[in-house]
């Protein structure tokens, strides 16, 4: 099996997807949880340290801003977030994962800890706006490597565990900020600095544990290296069985054959998504939407109802917080295990609706006027424990029902949909159906939290109705890839069946290589 045949045009059987879907639980995968999924981590930690320092950089002895320009920076990280999705997207499924997810890292360490450097304020857009970048880009290449390195068993749970440790970050931005912000303890001129260098500080750490961990053999399986993809899974096989781990045997119904696939094209994205797998599209719009909707409506505003209606102080608000993070984080750490043992459908049905459900009776109750500060912040723990898990779902979702030569891509189209979006849409609306004065009038928004429970149901419904049963599934049976002829044994591939190209790489006329079949069958064509 070499990749000079692969060269010459001829189809390849592959076993790296079978061998890799076989791999026992062991440290080897949770070097990859903690190394990959630190991303989710900063992200949210970056999130909450900006919300906390926006007030202490409107003081003289900062940078001396004003409100609007606070408001600019968290719109300026949001674009950089957006635009870093797209552009390195593109390059993680052209590069590959490894050399994305190491460079998308350094981005994001460069620039938040310059940011802690700004001496006025277009340093400060600047930096953010970079830094924004790196952790966009950082969605995509880690939503692939993941989805790619993590045996199938356990795709779904690790997938959204690691998702929902967004808020795990946001904790630890909560904590960091009461002691760095807390002018008996730091000087104001230094405090906001530090915050800065927070993320960049745990960054760090985990930089040199990614260069340990090898790039994605299905990648490298899909772009016409396969004999270094065979060698990547002969090593980490080998480190499995050092840790104690026992392997399957795998036989040749379960290779899966390739060709040298020629870079996908913008043009034959929008094919793929639009064409062969528009009804998978609709879905990732869909879910992903919805949840950011629900997520950015709530969160963004969350501060400003409890202020505005039950007259907390600043400081209590960012007392309330904490339980709001905890129960975002318990929800996907606590039900993901389910989407792979229940199923990826009845789950995000489940979640969604529940949500929904208890957020609609939350509207009823605040417009009644019977809820309290607590009771209230209690009620939306409740509606995100389940919506925290969907939400992860959303991403999950969007990440392995495309083909893996686009996989990259469609993770950072759909993100990028959704926090522009959810990101711009939903914290203006909901900011303007809260009233103005003391004890305002609860009526518009009550609306408000009746349309957004009524949004995440109907994104249930249609996860319901157009999802897929991933749930121990090979990512190449969910999608086909690209590069993919047929597979021994006559294993069905679900959605569409993409076309192959003609040609390879190098212009050459491809001519795939048909298994015979066993004896007492008949040939297995691709359906």
């Given at each position: 099996?070499?990749?000079?045949?692969?060269?010459?045009?001829?189809?390849?059987?592959?076993?790296?997807?079978?061998?890799?879907?076989?791999?026992?639980?062991?440290?080897?995968h949770?070097?990859?949880?903690?190394?990959?999924?630190?991303?989710?981590?900063?992200?949210g930690?970056?999130?909450?340290?900006?919300?906390?320092?926006?007030?202490?950089?409107?003081?003289?002895?900062?940078?001396g801003?004003?409100?609007?320009?606070?408001?600019?920076m968290?719109?300026?990280?949001?674009?950089g977030?957006?635009?870093?999705?797209?552009?390195f997207?593109?390059?993680?499924?052209?590069?590959?994962?490894?050399?994305?997810?190491?460079?998308t890292?350094?981005?994001?360490?460069i620039?938040?800890?310059?940011a802690?450097?700004?001496?006025?304020?277009?340093?400060?857009l600047f930096?953010?706006?970079?830094?924004?970048?790196?952790?966009?880009?950082?969605?995509?290449?880690?939503?692939?490597?993941?989805?790619e390195?993590?045996?199938?068993?356990y795709?779904?749970?690790?997938?959204?565990?690691?998702?929902?440790?967004?808020?795990?970050?946001?904790?630890i931005?909560s904590?960091?900020?009461?002691?760095l912000?807390?002018?008996?303890?730091?000087?104001?001129?230094?405090g906001?600095?530090?915050?800065?260098?927070?993320?960049?500080?745990?960054?760090l750490?985990?930089?040199?544990?990614?260069r340990?961990?090898?790039?994605?053999?299905?990648?490298?399986?899909?772009?016409?290296?396969?004999?270094e993809?065979?060698?990547?899974?002969?090593?980490?096989?080998?480190?499995?069985?050092e840790?104690?781990?026992?392997?399957?045997?795998?036989?040749?119904?379960?290779a899966?054959?390739?060709?040298?696939?020629p870079?996908?094209?913008?043009?034959?994205?929008?094919?793929?998504?639009?064409?062969?797998?528009?009804?998978?599209?609709?879905?990732?719009f869909?879910?992903?939407?919805?949840?950011?909707?629900?997520y950015?409506?709530i969160?963004?505003?969350?501060?400003?109802?409890l202020k505005?209606?039950?007259?907390?102080?600043?400081?209590?608000?960012a007392?309330?917080?904490?339980?709001?993070?905890i129960?975002n984080?318990?929800?996907?750490?606590l039900?993901?295990?389910l989407?792979?043992?229940?199923?990826?459908?009845k789950?995000?049905?489940?979640?969604?609706?529940?949500?929904?459900?208890?957020?609609?009776?939350?509207?009823?109750?605040?417009?009644?006027?019977?809820?309290s500060?607590?009771?209230?912040?209690?009620?939306?723990?409740?509606?995100?424990?389940?919506?925290?898990?969907?939400?992860?779902?959303?991403?999950?979702t969007v990440?392995?029902?495309?083909p893996?030569?686009?996989?990259?891509?469609?993770i950072?189209?759909?993100?990028?949909?959704?926090?522009?979006?959810g990101?711009?849409?939903?914290?203006?609306?909901?900011?303007?159906?809260?009233?103005?004065?003391?004890?305002?009038a609860?009526g518009?928004?009550?609306?408000?939290?009746?349309?957004?429970?009524?949004?995440?149901?109907?994104?249930?419904?249609?996860?319901?109705?157009?999802?897929?049963?991933?749930?121990?599934?090979?990512?190449?049976?969910?999608?086909?890839?690209?590069?993919?002829t047929?597979?021994?044994?006559?294993?069905?591939?679900q959605?569409?069946?993409?076309r192959?190209?003609?040609t390879d790489?190098?212009?050459?006329?491809?001519?795939?290589?048909?298994?015979?079949?066993e004896?007492g069958?008949?040939?297995?064509d691709?359906?």
């Open positions: 099996m070499s990749d000079q045949a692969l060269e010459h045009g001829k189809a390849i059987p592959s076993l790296v997807p079978a061998r890799m879907d076989r791999l026992p639980w062991t440290k080897f949770w070097m990859i949880v903690v190394g990959l999924g630190v991303s989710w981590i900063l992200d930690l970056e999130i909450q340290l900006v919300s906390l320092v926006g007030n202490v950089l409107k003081e003289t002895e900062t940078l801003l004003t409100t609007a320009q606070v408001g600019l968290g719109s300026i990280y949001l674009a977030e957006v635009v870093g999705a797209l552009f997207g593109r390059l993680t499924d052209r590069l590959g994962r490894r050399n994305l997810f190491i460079v890292l350094l981005v994001y360490l620039a938040s800890g310059a802690g450097l700004s001496w006025n304020l277009y340093s400060l930096f953010r706006f970079v830094a924004g970048m790196g952790i966009g880009g950082e969605y995509a290449a880690i939503n692939s490597a993941i989805d390195l993590i045996p199938s068993k795709r779904g749970r690790v997938d959204i565990g690691i998702n929902g440790t967004y808020w795990g970050g946001a904790l931005g904590a960091v900020g009461l002691v912000l807390n002018t008996d303890i730091v000087a104001i001129e230094w906001w600095r530090l915050c800065f260098l927070m993320g960049p500080v745990l960054g750490a985990i930089i040199f544990l990614r340990h961990i090898p790039e994605s053999p299905r990648w490298l399986m899909t772009h016409g290296r396969v004999e993809a065979e060698r990547t899974v002969d090593a980490i096989e080998a480190k499995v069985r840790q104690g781990g026992e392997l399957r045997a795998v036989g040749d119904d379960e899966i054959e390739v060709v040298d696939y870079p996908v094209t913008y043009r034959e994205i929008a094919r793929v998504m639009l064409r062969d797998y528009k009804s998978r599209s609709f879905l990732g869909s879910m992903m939407v919805t949840q950011a909707f629900l950015n409506a969160f963004f505003t969350y501060a400003l109802v505005s209606y039950f007259g907390l102080s600043d400081s209590s608000v007392l309330y917080f904490f339980p709001f993070a129960g984080l318990a929800g996907p750490l039900l993901g295990h989407f792979d043992t229940i199923g990826r459908r789950m995000i049905l489940s979640t969604y609706g529940l949500s929904a459900i208890v957020l609609f009776i939350t509207a009823l109750l605040f417009n009644a006027g019977v809820l500060a607590a009771t209230l912040t209690g009620l939306w723990c409740v509606v995100f424990f389940f919506a925290s898990a969907g939400a992860s779902s959303a991403y999950l990440s392995e029902i495309f893996i030569e686009l996989r990259g891509q469609a950072s189209f759909f993100f990028a949909i959704s926090q522009l979006t990101g711009v849409v939903a914290p203006f609306l909901f900011a303007s159906l809260i009233g103005e004065g003391e004890n305002p609860r518009p928004l009550t609306v408000g939290y009746i349309i957004g429970a009524a949004v995440m149901l109907a994104g249930g419904l249609i996860a319901w109705f157009f999802g897929v049963d991933a749930e121990g599934q090979s990512l190449e049976n969910i999608a086909k890839p690209l590069s993919a047929s597979r021994a044994g006559g294993t069905r591939f959605g569409a069946t993409p192959l190209p003609s790489a190098q212009g050459r006329r491809i001519t795939p290589v048909k298994p015979e079949p004896q069958q008949p040939p297995q691709e359906p």
